[in-house]
């Protein structure tokens, strides 16, 4: 395969459904020349109430079916995921890159804080199994962690509540034990979950000026071009914009409808693919 060719292959994105979507319009909006293959677990979701070894099952027949497809690179756009699955998927396909959402958003919330005090809001699946305070620990010793679960969110997003008095108040609410523990004082606050980038104008407003957003979808993004740039995989055709395709494993219609509250562009049912990833083998 000649370089030109490699370079056109698509970039995979796997996540248990819709909140992933955020990580796809991220890399869109910084590669739009690259084509994507999106795949949606939405038979199985959510994973963040499954066990890490069925995690670990469903992130390595998400993988499996992408990998057919030919991919140059592999996104796992789901923390849950991303906690348990890149280390054995990467061990899995050696010559194939794997990232997940956790470390780019551990190495851009140690980058951005002033005092070492950080905050992680994520579903209580994230949270519980600490993979953003071990992530964000190994990078900065000193820092202070403290992490808050805020699964509410997930519907707020996946309904379209995005803005209004309503959501400022249930927002407040779900952050006001983070933001009133006087010994946190953390500066700089991480969207754990990829559903919570939908709620980033009103997550802002309630926490203030004075703490800083890391965004997991943008900060993925940003790591996915670095990554491709490094390898001279980037399919950079100027005045053209990359494909992309979508794959579910359940309803394509439900996916669609909910995925305008999170893709800035339409998705059409008819184009989205189901597909059964269950009886895929992995290697060993």
């Known amino acids: 395969m000649s370089s030109s060719q490699a370079s056109a292959l698509p970039i995979g994105v796997f996540d248990s459904g819709v909140g992933g979507l955020t990580v796809l319009n991220a890399i869109r909006e910084h590669l739009p020349s690259e084509n994507l293959i999106y795949l949606g677990d939405t038979a199985r979701v959510p994973y963040g109430t499954k066990s890490a070894v069925s995690v670990t099952r469903y992130a390595e027949q998400a993988a499996k079916a992408l990998i057919e497809r030919k991919i140059k690179l592999l996104v796992i756009a789901c923390n849950t995921a991303s906690a348990v699955a890149v280390e054995p998927l990467q061990k899995l396909y050696p010559q ?25 809001i994520a579903t209580e699946g994230t949270v519980s199994n600490e993979a953003y305070q071990n992530a964000i620990l190994q990078r900065l010793p000193d820092a202070s962690v403290v992490a808050q679960p805020c699964s509410l969110f997930v519907a707020l997003a996946e309904e379209g509540w995005h803005e209004g008095d309503l959501v400022k108040q249930i927002v407040a609410k779900c952050l006001s034990p983070l933001l009133s523990d006087s010994q946190a004082n953390i500066d700089t606050l991480v ?31 940003m790591a996915v071009k670095r990554s491709l740039a490094e390898a001279e995989l980037l399919n950079d055709v100027s005045q053209q914009s990359g494909v992309v395709e979508f794959l579910v494993t359940d309803s394509p219609s439900r996916f669609a409808r909910v995925a305008v509250n999170f893709f800035n562009e339409p998705i059409v049912p008819a184009e989205i693919q189901q597909i059964d990833i269950q009886h895929f083998r992995v290697p060993t």
């Open 191 to 221: 969207l754990g979950c990829t559903h919570f980038p939908a709620l980033k104008n009103v997550i802002a407003e309630v926490v203030g000026p004075d703490v800083a957003l890391v965004d997991s979808a943008e900060t993925t993004a």
């Open 96 to 120: 194939l890159k794997v990232m997940g959402v956790v470390g780019p958003g551990a190495d851009a919330s140690c980058e951005a804080t002033r005092n070492n005090k950080i905050g992680v």
